[in-house]
């Protein structure tokens, strides 16, 4: 605090001394780009040891940041695959053609209540279970609990499950989720219910 007070009395007077000593505009310009001005704007140089970052840190960090991507990569690289308004429109009518079990899609938006309601499903297909109970486990429940719990199968590890939402931010969430459960073929739907009824 002292030291700040004292150089800003230093500039002060310097400043003082350079108006009233030239009267001409370049001679302040010059007093103003001096090294001596520099010196009393410039903050204190303070030898601070700045810490330096061990390198199995660096790796870490590089591996997670890896692992938190994979997330996006392609199915073959065991990610989840985005997809947009055309391609969702064929897996809502193959599973509408045909059923759940042939054609091995699980449509699932996880909106909640209120905004299903408000809108409209997207197809009389879609379940429906909200991100918050995926994110509390629901993916992981006994079959019977899930059915008597959420109206409708569970879905099987071998199945495909396919998230909707509005945006296509909580149908990320939710793909992740379901990695984490276990379930290896997720596809998200970018575009969610803004696209669909736009």
């Known amino acids: 605090m002292w030291n700040r007070r004292l150089q800003t009395s230093h500039f002060l007077a310097f400043v003082a001394s350079a108006t009233s000593v030239s009267s001409t505009r370049t001679q302040t310009t010059a007093a103003f780009t001096s090294p001596a001005f520099r010196r ?7 030898n601070r040891i700045v810490p330096q970052t061990p390198a199995s840190i660096v790796s870490r960090r590089e591996t997670i940041t890896q692992q938190y991507m994979s997330f ?34 699980v449509i699932i938006d996880v909106r909640g209540q ?64 379901a990695k984490m459960a276990g379930y290896s073929d997720i596809v998200d739907y970018a575009g969610g219910s803004n696209e669909w009824f736009s």
């Open 40 to 46: 009393l704007c410039s903050p204190p140089q303070l």
């Open 72 to 105: 996006f990569d392609g199915p073959a690289e065991g990610g989840i695959r985005r997809i947009g308004r055309p391609a969702m429109t064929e897996i809502i009518e193959d599973v509408v053609n045909s059923s759940r079990e042939e054609s091995g899609y």
């Open 114 to 177: 209120d905004e299903i309601q408000y809108t409209g499903k997207l197809d009389d297909v879609v379940e429906t279970l909200p991100l918050p109970y995926i994110a509390n486990g629901a993916l992981s429940m006994e079959e019977e609990e899930f059915k008597e719990s959420f109206g409708f199968e569970k879905p099987g590890l071998d199945e495909t499950l396919v998230f909707t939402c509005k945006a296509g931010i909580r149908s990320q969430s939710a793909g992740q989720l």
